[in-house]
T-cell receptor
Framework: GNSVTQMEGPVTLSEEAFLTINCTYT??????LFWYVQYPGEGLQLLLK?????DKGSNKGFEATYRKETTSFHLEKGSVQVSDSAVYFCALSAYYGNNRLAFGKGNQVVVIP | EPEVTQTPSHQVTQMGQEVILRCVPISNHLYFYWYRQILGQKVEFLVS????????KSEIFDDQFSVERPDGSNFTLKIRSTKLEDSAMYFC????????????FGPGTRLTVL
């Protein structure tokens, strides 16, 4: 079935550092890919998405490119801020529509001033 | 900005008891979902609901679970006889149609079964 794997463990980094969170997926067909973010006490919010191969999703300085050849959708940000501290989830759906999401485990990101 | 709300934020119950988790989706959305996250594990899909019936469910969603839209605003998840392994964070989500497929999530209900 469809699944998502995120790198293990929390990520701790200093303000203005470069952030990368790895995400790889297993899916049949042409899935859509997403990054969700969860701030403390809040629900998961869609950060960005890509619905076909080579698409780049971007939002709030974050970017991720849908790489079919490596089945990856790594999240990057060039210069993080303390306010980026949150849990980040990679997810996929079998197609872009009203259907279930399969999530990775999530990565806690802590940005230190 | 419209948001999905969930109540209660934390529910503690005894094993074998029934619980009902409540959600108020975004008002013009037509698809509703429940997910759960057991501590330290992935967020897992439970069920989706459209047009007053279940449109898809996972293998986790067995006979002890049920969903209902009792009125025009609420969407509920009932667990008939809770088990210790039902302890988790339960997330409700909703989405629209006609290209408005983004799923908006509520803040979750933490269920603790003792």
């Amino acid at each position: 079935g469809n699944s998502v794997t995120q790198m293990e463990g929390p990520v701790t980094l200093s303000e203005e550092a470069f952030l990368t969170i790895n995400c790889t997926y297993t899916a049949t067909g042409y899935p859509s890919l997403f990054w969700y973010v969860q701030y403390p006490g809040e629900g998961l919010q869609l950060l960005l998405k890509a619905t076909k191969a080579d698409d780049k999703g971007s939002n709030k300085g974050f970017e991720a490119t849908y790489r079919k050849e490596t089945t990856s959708f790594h999240l990057e940000k060039g210069s993080v801020q303390v306010s980026d501290s949150a849990v980040y989830f990679c997810a996929l759906s079998a197609y872009y529509g009203n259907n279930r999401l399969a999530f990775g485990k999530g990565n806690q990101v802590v940005v230190i001033p | 900005e419209p948001e999905v709300t969930q109540t209660p934020s934390h529910q503690v119950t005894q094993m074998g008891q029934e619980v009902i988790l409540r959600c108020v989706p975004i008002s013009n959305h037509l698809y509703f979902y429940w997910y759960r996250q057991i501590l330290g594990q992935k967020v897992e899909f439970l069920v989706s609901f459209y047009n007053n019936e279940i449109s898809e469910k996972s293998e986790i969603f067995d006979d002890q679970f049920s969903v209902e839209r009792p009125d025009g605003s609420n969407f509920t998840l009932k667990i008939r006889s809770t088990k210790l392994e039902d302890s988790a964070m339960y997330f409700c989500a909703s989405s629209g149609v006609g290209g408005q497929y983004e799923q908006f999530f509520g803040p979750g209900t933490r269920l603790t079964v003792l």
